[in-house]
């Protein structure tokens, strides 16, 4: 069964760091582009940031560019999303989802493989 396993989410002060990371159980991530995606309560699912299966093409979402930073390790089969002065309003919970060719797009209709998700919470 081809799944995906998140972790790293918690809870941090505005301005905070914090790094969740993806890895994958029953395949290989390192031929699949993986995105992150994120939901807070009463929201509907927004696309963050994806990267290609080499990790040499990325894309972002407008409200984090310049904060946040998606990266791969294929040795490890895992993907992180490195997220920089962090903000109230991302506050969420994470998933990252796999699709065996990248798009660059951000939308989850073009994700067939996802986690279960991540807490991460921005608050004072």
């Known amino acids: 069964q081809l799944q995906l396993v998140e972790s790293g989410g918690g809870l941090v002060q505005p301005g905070g760091s914090l790094r969740v990371s993806c890895a994958a159980s029953?395949?290989?991530?390192?031929?699949?582009?993986i995105a992150w995606f994120r939901q807070a309560p009463g929201k509907e699912r927004e696309g963050v940031s994806c990267i290609s299966s080499s990790g040499a093409v990325t894309n972002y979402a407008d409200s984090v560019k310049g904060r946040f930073t998606i990266s791969r390790d294929n040795a490890k089969n895992t993907v992180y999303l490195q997220m920089n002065s962090l903000k109230p309003e991302d506050t969420g919970v994470y998933y990252c989802a796999a699709a065996s060719w990248y798009s660059g797009i951000l939308s989850d209709r073009l994700y067939p493989i996802w986690g279960q998700g991540t807490q991460v919470t921005v608050s004072s």
């Open positions: 029953g395949f290989t991530l390192n031929y699949y582009a």
